[in-house]
């Protein structure tokens, strides 16, 4: 159901504002409404600029929790503000001390993994760096060539260069290495080696022993370094573990408080010059229970004063929606809000949905065992976390299982139960006209018959509510089109159990007088609203225009009542599927394959109950919120959101 709201405002000394927040408006949940905005006709109203002083030290608290291990619950909410303030502070000077040792170890790992990067196409060669750099009368060269270049430089080597290669490593595009050369043929050979994309590394001349060795000094470093910053990490978690009471409850707190200041950007001031106290003035919408517990609570508090100003939705606008209903149909919000929060003059269909959301997934889906699955796996997954949609798939299980005992089927074994009711495949009935057909289809039918006329007279009670002339009585939906669908759908029962039809005179009053109402719907809702207002178009062009509406009316009325086939269709359709896995799997022959039984379940189970639920989320959507439901509303959103 839509919870009625109030609309209030609440003013009193603009340095009472934090104590009014802290006291009263925390405990319950208003959406606040711009005061300066929505208050135009007060003079003198100024927004409040002030600086939040508690949403730096909140992000310190909110990343310091984020650090703590899960499974903390015990909460220490003693300190004072100031206590906070300064614990928050104190903590934060220790984490960054500790953050600035990481960095450096950081800083020293990173260079210490480029040098490594550096060095290790060498560590085949086997030569004292800390030598080779220092010859007197020699020079060594380390880089690398090209594959293709390579092979020019043995042949140069070998011919014409005085110099030696020693090989490193080599992969896929270069081979690494270095070449020794006397100080006399240097400027030759450099050139050759340039002339052959020869790309020069350097190598820094602090290393001892070859490559190997310094190769193996810097990945001790490495390591090193990672065991440091290790136990950096260690000693942050034990410093945010030895702390977590106090930060959990200064977290907790200083939300609390961020919140309540923030207040002010939703708040308005007064400027009354420098010899009179300011006041705070704050405006929003309340639900009614909320507002007279408020009241009733502050009624001897000479700071504050509140005023609920009475259809104050008539000048500002429509209130918010705020849903409240039974936990058994509160998951069933999610699909609301999916299509759209009702408006505050329209009916809450969120039990509606839930009761025939389920009703015809059961009926379309009707397995004991496998919506014994969904409601287990549903019922587990929102009990842990909470969500919405898993709520909904296990009553849908329980749903699933209710029909499953009416149709007499577990897991698609059919001779396992008797069926109470009837078996969806095997049951036909002989219709007049039509012959003989599958009986589900026609309860399917009829059941979406009754479900049409049920949203008809829903239409009706929304019409009424937003005293909407011409939706209550002349539209498709309404008083006329409840008249003309259900002397139809009279007719169509009376003729198909074999009693007699309504003559023509009744046929003429039934279904004449509701075409007339629907072609003339506009003129007739001016004359009845006393609005005289003169028609656009010609006669002629308005007949015409009346006469497609209708056809489209009359088409409309005819697919939304065939739509419901897909329930008998699915219910079968179910039955039909699981005899063949269990075909497949040998279940038929008396041998079944337990692993092809589980498998083939699981997968129908899964995909089958996916299309089941979107094509009820479709019937719901399509066929019946289209005839009576806008989704208008606008969601209630509290500044201070309270979790039950």
């Known amino acids: 159901m839509i919870v009625k709201m109030k609309f209030l405002s609440i003013s009193g000394p603009r340095i009472d504002i934090d104590r009014v927040c802290e006291k009263y408006l925390s405990k319950y949940e208003m959406q606040l409404e711009n005061a300066v905005t929505e208050l135009k006709t007060t003079d003198n109203l100024l927004p409040f600029v002030e600086v939040n002083p508690y949403k730096d030290a909140l992000a310190k608290a909110e990343q310091f929790a984020a650090l703590l291990p899960e499974g903390m619950p015990h909460v220490d909410q003693n300190m004072s503000k100031d206590e906070m303030l300064a614990f928050i502070r104190e903590l934060n000077h220790d984490y960054l001390d500790l953050q600035e040792k990481k960095e450096l170890l950081n800083k020293k790992e990173d260079e210490a993994k480029e040098k490594f990067k550096v060095l290790e196409p060498f560590t085949p060669l086997n030569l004292d760096l800390h030598k080779t750099m220092r010859y007197k009368y020699m020079k060594i060269r380390f880089g690398r060539i090209g594959l293709d270049h390579y092979k020019k430089l043995e042949k140069y080597l070998f011919d014409d260069l005085q110099a030696v290669f020693l090989e490193g490593t080599r992969n896929e595009n270069y081979v690494y290495g270095c070449y020794f050369v006397s100080n006399a043929d240097t400027s030759k050979v450099d050139s050759a080696f340039n002339s052959l994309h020869f790309e020069r590394i350097t190598i820094p001349p602090e290393y001892i022993g070859t490559p190997k060795d310094a190769c193996g000094s810097m990945q001790k470093s490495i390591d090193d370094a990672r065991k440091e910053k290790d136990e950096i990490d260690r000693q942050i978690e034990e410093l945010m573990s030895s702390r977590a009471a106090k930060l959990l409850g200064a977290r907790k707190r200083l939300e609390e408080l961020s919140n309540n200041f923030d207040v002010r950007k939703m708040a308005a001031r007064t400027d009354v010059g420098d010899n009179k106290e300011d006041y705070y003035i704050l405006c929003g919408w309340m639900g009614e229970a909320d507002v007279a517990a408020l009241l009733e609570e502050s009624k001897d508090d000479d700071r504050v004063f509140i005023v609920v100003e009475e259809d104050r939705e008539k000048f500002f606008g429509d209130p918010p929606t705020k849903l409240k209903n039974p936990k058994f149909f509160k998951p069933f919000e999610l699909f609301i809000q999916m299509y759209g929060l009702p408006a505050h003059d329209e009916l ?280 009576f439901y806008k989704g208008s509303g606008r969601e209630f959103k509290p500044f201070n959101k309270q979790t039950k």
Not at 532 to 545: C, D, G, P
């Open 348 to 627: 809450d269909p969120t039990m509606f949905v839930a009761l025939t959301y389920t009703f015809i997934f059961g009926a379309m889906f009707g397995d004991v065992g496998q919506g014994f699955c969904l409601f287990a796996l549903g019922g587990l997954i929102y009990l842990k976390k909470k969500m919405n949609l898993a709520g909904i798939v296990s009553i849908a299980g329980i749903f699933s299982m209710i029909f499953g005992v009416m149709f007499g089927s577990v897991f698609g074994f059919e001779d396992v139960i008797p069926a109470i009711w009837l078996r969806p495949v095997e049951a036909m009935t002989n219709l007049p006209f039509i012959g003989q057909l599958n009986t589900v289809f026609i309860i399917a039918i009829a059941f979406g018959m009754a479900l049409n006329i049920l949203v008809m007279i829903f239409q009706i009670a929304n019409a009424a509510k937003a005293h909407d002339t011409e939706n209550l009585w002349f539209s498709t939906n309404g008083v006329a089109g409840l008249v003309f669908y259900g002397f139809l759908v009279l007719t169509v029962v009376l003729y198909m159990t074999g009693h007699k039809v309504p003559g023509n005179i009744l046929m003429v009053i039934f279904l004449g007088i509701p075409v007339l109402l629907f072609v003339f719907k506009e003129p007739l809702t001016n004359l009845v609203e006393h609005n005289h207002k003169k028609m656009e178009e010609s006669k002629a062009m308005f007949l015409v225009q009346g006469f497609f509406e209708l056809f489209e009316t009359l088409l409309s009325y005819f697919s939304n009542t065939l739509s419901y086939v897909r329930i008998g269709a699915f219910a079968v359709s179910h039955a039909a599927i699981m005899e063949v896995v269990l075909m497949l799997s040998g279940a038929e022959s008396g041998t079944p394959n337990l692993f092809g039984v589980i498998f083939g379940n699981a997968v129908v189970c899964a995909l089958e109950g996916l299309i089941v639920g979107i094509q009820v989320l479709r019937l719901e959507y399509y066929e019946m919120f289209s005839r």
